[in-house]
């Protein structure tokens, strides 16, 4: 906390906001009333009841990199030692709050595989559009840990985040020699296989189809293994409220996102 100017009195906001995720609490007034009233509230420091604007302001000045910076010495910990041998990247829609919100963009939106079994026809399975913004995200794809998370305006096609993500990755994880990367065709790019295939990473992603010739997936029998990102999106949005987006801008949607985040690793991982 210390490096971003904040006192450890401060600390025990960012904490709450977790609580919040973790416990399911959809609005500030409601986290507030659990910290008067859980005994959590007094060994966060909580003396007395805080004020109604309390976390307003908290969002408002946090920088939001102390979240970020949170979630990945949490997962350093957890990996410390261990071999991370497939990695899963994908995307999420995260819906604005408000069409007020001039931060936020149009993008497209891919329905989930819950969703696809569920529809009847495969012109219902196709993107949609949604306002707002997407968390990308590379996870361990064999205990569904979220390693890496950056936010972004929908409209940013997904491709453009391999690079902060799978460096991030590379930080504070150790790929195990001929793992396996695995994503869907979006991320089809030389750039990208050639990257990976110098680190000793094998590319499982499939070659983008075009007009002449459809999209088909890798034959690699462990591809179907990269919907591990897909199930860790939907404990975020199912579990920790992660589509309750009820902030304005990207500063306050980040806060929200690493939080969601954050609970999710402290429940399952922790």
């Known amino acids: 906390m210390q490096k971003y100017g904040h006192t450890k009195k401060f600390a025990k906001h960012v904490v709450a906001l977790v609580v919040k995720q973790e416990q399911g609490l959809k609005t500030d007034i409601r986290l507030i009333e659990f910290l008067a009233k859980d005994p959590i509230g007094k060994f966060l420091g909580y003396r007395d009841r805080p004020n109604e604007t309390t976390f307003s302001k908290v969002r408002e000045r946090m920088n939001p990199q102390i979240m970020e910076d949170l979630q990945l010495w949490i997962v ?10 497939l990695v899963a990247q994908d995307s999420t829609d995260v819906p604005a709050y408000s069409g007020k919100d ?3 963009r149009w993008g497209h939106r891919t ?5 696809q079994l569920l529809y009847k026809s495969n012109k219902d399975k196709k993107k949609s559009f949604f306002y707002g913004y997407k968390p990308h995200m590379i996870v361990d794809a064999e205990t569904e840990t979220p390693i890496a998370v950056v936010v972004a305006p929908a409209n940013t096609n997904d491709r453009k985040f391999f690079d902060p993500l799978y460096n991030k990755v590379k930080k504070i994880a150790v790929l195990q020699h001929l793992g396996k990367f695995l994503a869907d065709a979006q991320y089809h790019s030389s750039k990208i296989r050639t990257i990976l295939r110098n680190d000793g990473i094998t590319p499982v992603i ?5 007009r002449w010739q459809k999209t088909e997936n890798p034959k690699d029998p462990e591809y179907g293994r990269r919907w591990a990102v897909e199930r860790v999106f939907s404990r975020l949005k199912e579990v920790f409220g992660l589509e309750e987006n009820r902030f304005f801008g990207m500063k306050k ?12 690793l402290l429940r399952y991982r922790m």
């Not at 350093?76 to 041998?85: C, E, I, P, Q, T």
């Not at 329905?111 to 969703?115: C, D, I, L, T, V």
């Not at 949607?253 to 999710?264: E, K, L, Q, T, W």
């Open 102 to 104: 001039r931060e936020a």
């Open 111 to 115: 329905p989930s595989r819950k969703e």
């Open 206 to 210: 499939p070659f983008s189809g075009n």
């Open 76 to 85: 350093s910990d957890l990996l410390k030692g261990k071999r991370v041998r």
């Open 253 to 264: 949607v980040r806060i929200h996102v690493f939080s969601c985040v954050i609970a999710y």
